[in-house]
Each structure stands twice: as C-alpha cells, then as structure tokens.
C-alpha cells in the first residue's frame, strides 16, 4: 500500500508541477478533462494517496533509513 501510495503521490507532484510551470495538466489531458469521470478518480486516488502519506511520516518503520532514529550513533 505504501509503495502505491508513493508512486500515485509522485505522479500528482509532476502534474502539479506541470500545471504551474506549463499550465499543462496531464491527468485532463489523457484522460478527457478535469471533469471527466476517470480524470476524477485519478485525482481522488491521489488526493487519497496524499493523506496516506501523511500518516507514513508518522510510522517510524515506513521511514527511509535516513530519517530513522539511530541508537548509539
């Protein structure tokens, strides 16, 4: 789950950052507008993959090695 999470979280960084450099939004693009219904799901994945992450931040074993606590060190 969180493998998936990371990766639709990557997809919606680019296409953020697509929309503010370009104002290009890939997901509209492929899939028939902001408002079609696959277009829709795509973002709510995403949105939901967002919230996902958040609570990644907060498992210490979800955390890159860098980020974890190191005893004796």
Known sequence: MDTLSLILIVIGAI???LIGIFQFDV???IFGGMSGVVARII???VGI???WG???LFRRH???A???EHDGE
Request: charged residues 5%; hydrophobic residues 50%.
């Open 15 to 17: 296409n953020w950052g």
């Open 62 to 64: 979800s955390r890159p």
């Open 43 to 45: 973002y709510t994945l």
């Open 27 to 29: 997901v509209a693009a």
């Open 49 to 51: 993959a967002g919230i």
């Open 54 to 56: 958040v609570t990644m």
């Open 66 to 68: 860098f980020m974890q």
